[in-house]
């Protein structure tokens, strides 16, 4: 009898295309990988609506969603709409209450739609915005991977994600979440596998402990067997 082939879809992170998964690899016997990249919103798409098409280009049933960061956020969004295996959150959060204080005040204040995108539109400020400030090998590391430019989903995504009004956390999403992660810190992360020394960045620098544990987590293992 022939073993079932899993389908892995990942979404990439804010900004980002599937070049940041490129040093993930799952065991072909096991495990399809797919890859499902932004689409430019529509003129006052509700994020709802844009999870629908993106949702659409699930193609099997019972997959596994895989999200980063802001991507984390959109498979939550399409789960809506699919018949999953599993959902797994990379750098991201579970509700409005995960956000740090920043994104909290962006969001009351609307500080978010003072700044034009055209001024972070730029590499280098567009790798801050995206992963935060940090060290220049870190932004030189995930500059070259934020593809997406385009202004109206920058305009759409950013708003999206600071406005972001989950409420209560789906108990069934795993979360992977690093404790050195900036973006969003560890202390406002609740209910999660702590990755010891993960940066917002870590699916390309901690790559190997995603191909290790990927499978395990995706399979059922305990999660208090998966290796920190």
Request: glycine share 4%.
């Given at each position: ?11 990439p ?6 070049e ?5 690899s ?9 890859f ?8 006052k ?8 098409r ?5 193609k099997?049933?019972?997959a ?5 960061s ?11 709409f ?22 909290q ?24 915005f ?25 305009d759409?995504?950013i708003e999206?994600?600071?406005c ?44 190997k402990w995603?191909?290790e ?12 067997e998966i290796k920190?």
């Amino acid at each position: 009898m022939n073993q079932e082939i899993i389908t892995v879809y990942f979404v990439p992170g804010l900004a980002a295309g599937k070049e940041i998964f490129k040093h993930i690899s799952l065991p072909e016997s096991q495990f399809k990988i797919q890859f499902i990249e932004w689409k430019i919103p529509k003129q006052k798409e509700t994020i709802e609506q844009y999870a629908e098409r993106m949702a659409a280009e699930v193609k099997d049933q019972n997959a596994v969603l895989i999200g980063v960061s802001f991507g984390g956020v959109m498979v939550q969004e399409m789960r809506a709409f699919l018949n999953l295996r599993k959902i797994i959150i990379i750098s991201s959060v579970k509700s409005k209450h995960e956000l740090p204080l920043r994104l909290q005040f962006a969001r009351k204040t609307l500080a978010y739609k003072l700044v034009p995108t055209k001024l972070v539109i730029s590499a280098d400020d567009l790798t801050k915005f995206a992963i935060g400030p940090k060290t220049k090998k870190r932004l030189q590391m995930y500059q070259e991977y934020l593809s997406v430019r385009n202004e109206q989903y920058l305009d759409w995504a950013i708003e999206k994600m600071v406005c972001w009004n989950r409420e209560i956390p789906d108990p069934n999403v795993i979360h992977i979440h690093g404790n050195e992660d900036i973006v969003f810190p560890i202390e406002k992360i609740k209910d999660c596998i702590v990755l010891n020394g993960g940066t917002h960045i870590m699916i390309l620098n901690k790559f190997k402990w995603f191909n290790e544990n990927l499978p395990k987590i995706i399979l059922g293992q305990s999660l208090n067997e998966i290796k920190k």
